[in-house]
């Protein structure tokens, strides 16, 4: 069965500090792996999917399949991250997503 | 203009009864989901479809029905068998690609309160 862990529910840095939201799964298959986010008041939308290998708004996060973990990352947080972010995972040839509890992001200034 | 429609936004219920959400997509998507947001336990799958007239279980499907008679709408039915249906519920549609990399859209959401 999958399951996605997020052992934080909230987290709070200021301005201008490095963020990292950790993201751990369970899963015996080959993973697909994202991160959504969570605007106040707007909807649930992607923000980076580990198959692309991108950077989204400075955010980037890479899978360690050692650890299994998806840890997103930005370097330089900025008061415009602060949302609810969610980790979400899918079997390879499998479209059952499955979330996390999520993590409230709070920069402050 | 293109996306996922949910109603109603707002809706209230006595116990005892059932109810239906609505979701309605014109992205042409093959995939729908439903999901159970409630605070500080994330998203938590109900029922997924991946074509018309197919649909499987996720990991809170009972006291919940839904049905796939159209590509375009999925509607979930709360019924009065589920026990604590006080929620916000969203729906999400995806292509699907072969390697399952699915990116999902989702809906505005509805909230339904049980009286």
């Known amino acids: 069965a999958q399951r996605v862990t997020q052992p934080e529910k909230l987290l709070s840095v200021f301005k201008g500090a490095p963020v990292e939201l950790k993201c751990n799964y369970s899963y015996s298959g080959s993973p697909e792996l994202f991160w959504y986010v969570q605007y106040s008041r707007q909807r649930l939308q992607l923000l980076l999917r580990?198959?692309s290998r991108e950077s989204i708004k400075g955010f980037t996060a890479d899978l360690n399949k050692g650890e299994t973990s998806f840890h997103l990352k930005k370097p330089f947080a900025q008061e415009e991250d602060s949302a609810m972010y969610y980790c979400?995972?899918?079997?390879?040839?499998?479209?059952?997503?499955?979330f996390g509890a999520g993590t409230r992001l709070t920069v402050k200034p | 203009d293109g996306g996922i429609t949910q109603s109603p936004k707002y809706l209230f219920r006595k116990e005892g009864q059932n109810v239906t959400l609505s979701c309605e997509q014109n992205?042409?998507?093959?995939?729908m989901y439903w999901y159970r947001q409630d605070p500080g336990q994330g998203l938590r799958l109900i029922y997924y479809s991946q074509i018309v007239n197919d649909f499987q279980k996720g990991d809170i499907a009972e006291g919940y029905s839904v049905s796939r008679e159209k590509k375009e709408s999925f509607p979930l039915t709360v019924t009065s068998a589920q026990k604590n249906p006080t929620a916000f519920y969203l729906c999400?549609?995806?292509?699907?690609?072969?390697?399952?990399?699915?990116?999902?859209?989702f809906g505005a959401g509805s909230r339904l309160t049980v009286l």
């Open positions: 979400a995972l899918s079997g390879y040839n499998n479209n059952d997503m499955r």
């Open positions: 992205l042409n998507h093959d995939a």
């Open positions: 580990h198959i």
């Open positions: 999400a549609s995806s292509p699907l690609t072969a390697s399952g990399a699915n990116v999902l859209t």
